[in-house]
């Protein structure tokens, strides 16, 4: 089992529309979550990050962390073409140092 | 502040050449990552440094790969004896051990091999 599993999509959403992105995780020390954003042939942007369990919102995006089922979720509110890329949910596992990621899950956003 | 930069961008080599690719870090980012990415995976770790000392690297780094950080500044990644296994995005991050758990990434280095 990975440590962390993404469902890869692809995603396809009309412009405009709320878009839910998931992940879940299979250790439960794992405490601080990030979400990247990944365009083609681009290497990954931090998009956000959270500690521990609830809701934490930038704009139009709210991360959300649910450590009772180990799951973790991004949502886009107001979806717009720019959104379509790739989007990666990573943790550090065991060392602080060493980020892993899911696989990604493909987003397109139709105008 | 120009972010972490990765040179060459694309490189094509025929298998059983020595590839090298740099990374220069933000400047005063005392952390350094070299992770791995194939198409429709997220990066996989490879290795990182803290200042010029690599403290950790992943078993997916066989004997071909080595990579260095003389000085703690920039990092070079080499990879000898290349296989079409090795066609992958190089990608480098960099971070303040400081600012905890965020890292950002290059633009990553592609290799083809042939």
């Known amino acids: 089992q990975k440590e962390v599993e993404q469902d890869p999509g692809p995603l396809s959403v009309p412009e405009g529309a709320i878009v839910s992105l998931n992940c879940t995780y299979s250790n439960s020390a794992f405490q601080y979550f990030m979400w990247y954003r990944q365009y083609s042939r681009k290497g990954p942007e931090l998009l956000m990050y959270t500690y521990s369990s609830g809701n934490k919102e930038d704009g139009r995006f709210t991360a959300q962390v649910d450590k009772s089922s180990k799951y973790i979720s991004l949502f886009i509110r107001d979806s717009q073409p720019s959104d379509s890329a790739t989007y990666l949910c990573a943790t550090p596992s065991g060392s602080a140092s060493k980020i892993i990621f899911g696989s990604g899950t493909r987003l397109s956003i139709r105008p | 502040d120009t972010g972490v930069s990765q040179n060459p961008r694309h490189k094509i080599t025929k298998r059983g050449q020595n590839v090298t690719f740099r990374c220069d870090p933000i400047s005063e980012h005392n952390r350094l990552y070299w992770y791995r990415q194939t198409l429709g995976q997220g990066p996989e770790f490879l290795t990182y440094f803290q200042n010029e000392a690599q403290l950790e690297k992943s078993r997916l780094l066989s004997d071909r790969f080595s990579a260095e950080r003389p000085k703690g500044s920039f990092s070079t990644l080499e990879i000898q004896r290349t296989e079409q296994g090795d066609s992958a995005m190089y990608l480098c991050?960099?971070?303040?051990?400081?600012?905890?758990?965020?890292?950002?990434f290059g633009e990553g280095s592609w290799l083809t091999v042939v």
């Open positions: 991050a960099s971070s303040l051990l400081e600012s905890g758990n965020t890292i950002y």
